[in-house]
């Protein structure tokens, strides 16, 4: 059987060590996860109630509209229902967009390093891809709208990226916008937007009007604590979200999955207290760099940067040893660094205190 030939450039996704795994590997006890930038204090105790409830009913198949969560959803974000399209994360999301737009002949513009999943579905589409490198972790937004041309369908911008944690302002997001041709879709993934505090992150669905060809990505899988529920959302013009519907498959976000995140927005007291937690997590590894001379990315989001200077993988398993799992930064295009994610107080003090003895 021959699969399409650009499958073969692809390798599987590789999910990080399961607790038990490693627990098994080196015999340990006790092992902290710090790697998928997931909530240290899981999601609201709402959650749990609203799903209860709702395994009354699996054998039935979920509304594949979405319809509850459409309206609770709409209402949260200020815009209509119909400009709404949900999925099995964003990550679906991601999915839909490349193949309603992408194909070969055309091209597609992201940042490098970021997200891996743009380029992944770039690949399966056949689509060329343009990655520009980012300066200083930062896009290079110049460069990207320079590098747009008339076969160019899609540009990624990662806000904040990951994994760099770092953010593009309401300003230079702006400014990118109008240098975008209208018939290019540009997207702005905020996967993080709960955690960001930065006064000057934009206000991107209220330039939804002003800009009919940008598409905001959103989900429930990081602050509101709801990863294993797979429901991620876009946010965009009601045309262009009328013309990728179709590509979506009927059933994508599941019966548990749409009652746990109404259940979860309307609990915002929730995500602010993890917020405000997550900033002071923050600081504990900030003061942990500025102790060690260690140099990061100030962060928006619940993970981390370090560049530790050393072999990243290295570093990687001597700390899978000792039983915490975090993320090499060599897979993720900077292997002298560790991405990561903020646990509780104690997660990372724990992970501090095994670092400052390795180092
Ligand atoms: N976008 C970004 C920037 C992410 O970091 C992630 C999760 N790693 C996703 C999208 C996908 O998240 P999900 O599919 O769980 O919504």
Redo the contacts with the bound molecule.
Sequence with gaps: MEVKEQLKSLKPYEPGKPIEQVKEQFGLTKVIKLA??ENPYGCSDKVKQAIQEELESLAIYPDGYSAELRKQVAKHVGVKENQLIF?N????I?QILSRSLLSEGFNTVMASPS?S?YRHNAVIENAEIREIELVDGRHNLDKMADSIDSKTKIVWL?NP??PTGVYISEEELINFLNKVPKDVLVVS?E??YEYVTAEDYPNSVALLDQFPNLLI?R????AYGL?AL???YGIGNEELIRLIEPAREPFNTNRLGQKAAIAALNDQTFIETCKKLNREGLKQYYDFCEQFGLEYFPSQTNFILIDFQRDADELFQKLLEKGFIVRSGKALGFPTSLRITVGTEEENEALIQTLRELL
């Excluded at 994360?89 to 679906?92: A, I, L, M, Q, R």
């Design positions: 998928s930038n999925g994360g964003s990550d679906n991601i997200f999943q990662c990226n990951n993934d996967a993080y990505l989900t429930f899988s990081k990863a797979r429901v991620g």
